[in-house]
């Protein structure tokens, strides 16, 4: 969000504006409150889902996997069908997009795509396995195996309990007050 619109909101003032952050690309509105110090705070009021908002292309969906995995996966993919986890983990997760669908075989395949050239995989298998993928500098798919377990400990929370801060310096969302866990926005 450009800190311009705050410098031209009066204190007291409102804006309203669709945000995306990962997850799935659909987007939020976002209504935040300008106060005198020239810092907006606000909450997630609704998703912006009528269609993917611009500058957010579709990843490309990868074929079948024919390397051994890396490892099972703590978390089963089809959890990332929930559309309010999915919701969390763009907020959460801002710069990490993640998809879903069904492959050939019937298995429910989770994709997600950060923005250093990482990728991960993870297939949701009837067997109870769950093997996973990762590829690039980093594991990605143990980032989003740790936001849903976040979720998951902090009661499934839906983008309505999370409250976004915009400030001179920086951007930032916060859950459960103050003292609660904060996630830095790229600005």
Same mark, same amino acid.
């Given at each position: 969000?450009?800190?311009?619109?705050?410098?031209?909101?009066?204190?007291?003032?409102?804006?309203?504006?669709?945000?995306?952050?990962?997850?799935?690309?659909?987007?939020?509105?976002?209504?935040? /409150?300008?106060?005198? *110090? &020239?810092?907006? @705070?606000? +909450?997630?009021?609704? !998703? =912006? #889902?009528?269609?993917?908002?611009?500058?957010?292309? /579709?990843?490309?969906? *990868? &074929?079948?996997? @024919?390397? +051994?995995?890396?490892? !099972? =996966? #703590?978390?089963?993919?089809?959890?990332?069908?929930?559309?309010?986890?999915?919701?969390?983990?763009?907020?959460?997760?801002?710069?990490?997009?993640? #998809?879903?669908?069904?492959?050939?075989?019937?298995?429910?395949?989770?994709?997600?795509?950060?923005?250093?050239?990482?990728?991960?995989?993870?297939?949701?298998?009837?067997?109870?396995?769950?093997?996973?993928?990762?590829?690039?500098?980093?594991?990605?798919?143990?980032?989003?195996?740790?936001?849903?377990?976040?979720?998951?400990?902090?009661?499934?929370?839906?983008?309505?309990?999370?409250?976004?801060?915009?400030?001179?310096?920086?951007?930032?969302?916060?859950?459960?007050?103050?003292?609660?866990?904060?996630?830095?926005?790229?600005?």
């Amino acid at each position: 969000m450009p800190y311009a619109w705050l410098e031209q909101t009066r204190p007291g003032g409102r804006i309203l504006t669709p945000w995306v952050g990962g997850g799935d690309g659909r987007g939020h509105l976002l209504a935040l /409150d300008v106060d005198d *110090t &020239g810092t907006a @705070t606000g +909450r997630f009021v609704g !998703d =912006s #889902a009528f269609m993917t908002l611009t500058g957010h292309d /579709d990843p490309t969906w *990868t &074929g079948p996997c @024919t390397e +051994r995995p890396d490892r !099972d =996966s #703590a978390v089963d993919p089809a959890e990332l069908a929930d559309p309010t986890l999915l919701s969390v983990l763009g907020i959460v997760l801002p710069d990490v997009r993640i #998809a879903t669908h069904v492959d050939e075989a019937g298995h429910l395949r989770a994709q997600a795509w950060g923005p250093d050239a990482t990728y991960a995989m993870a297939v949701s298998d009837p067997d109870g396995d769950h093997p996973a993928w990762t590829w690039g500098p980093h594991d990605l798919w143990a980032h989003v195996e740790t936001a849903a377990a976040w979720w998951h400990t902090a009661g499934r929370p839906g983008s309505g309990d999370f409250v976004y801060t915009v400030t001179s310096q920086r951007q930032f969302v916060t859950f459960g007050g103050a003292d609660g866990p904060r996630w830095d926005v790229p600005v």
